[in-house]
C-alpha cells in the first residue's frame, strides 16, 4: 500500500525558513518522482519543486532560489527547504509522488498524496 507522510510546516515571518519532510512507503517503480505542491485558499493547487530519482530537479518561477528540494539517502525521502519566505508562499503544502520517466508539473498527473501540512506566512 502507497503511502505518503509529511512533516514540518508551521507558521513563521516573512524571511524566516521552514523545511518539510515526506517518506514514501510502498513504492516499487525504479523511476520515482517526488514533488512539492501547494494550494491556497481559493486557487488551485500548484507545483512548487520536483526531483525524479535521476536527482533532475525542477521548480516553480516563484520560489527559484529561495526554496530547494532533495532526496533523503534512498529516493523514498524528500525535503523541501523553504528560506526567505513570504506572505505569497502561505498554503496547504502537499507531498506527491509517482513512478515516471520525468516529473510533470500538473498535479492532476499524479496518483498519491499525503495529508498536507499547513504553512502560513506572516508580513
Known amino acids: 500500500q502507497v503511502q505518503l507522510v509529511e512533516s514540518g510546516g508551521g507558521s513563521v515571518q516573512a524571511g524566516g525558513s521552514l523545511r518539510l519532510s515526506c517518506a514514501a512507503s510502498?513504492?516499487?517503480?525504479?523511476?520515482?518522482?517526488m514533488g512539492w505542491f501547494r494550494q491556497a485558499p481559493g486557487k488551485e493547487r500548484e507545483a512548487v519543486a520536483l526531483?525524479?530519482?535521476?536527482?533532475?530537479?525542477t521548480y516553480a518561477d516563484s520560489v527559484k532560489g529561495r526554496f530547494t528540494i532533495s532526496k533523503g539517502s534512498n529516493k523514498y525521502t524528500s525535503y523541501l527547504q523553504m528560506n526567505s519566505l513570504k506572505p505569497e508562499d502561505t498554503g496547504i503544502y502537499f507531498c506527491?509522488?509517482?513512478?515516471?520517466?520525468?516529473?510533470?508539473?500538473?498535479?492532476?498527473?499524479?496518483?498519491?498524496w499525503g495529508q498536507g501540512t499547513q504553512v502560513t506566512v506572516s508580513s
Open positions: 506527491a509522488a509517482q513512478g515516471r520517466m520525468y516529473c510533470p508539473f500538473a498535479a492532476t498527473t499524479y496518483n498519491y
Open positions: 510502498g513504492f516499487t517503480a525504479s523511476r520515482l518522482c
Open positions: 526531483i525524479h530519482s535521476t536527482d533532475e530537479t
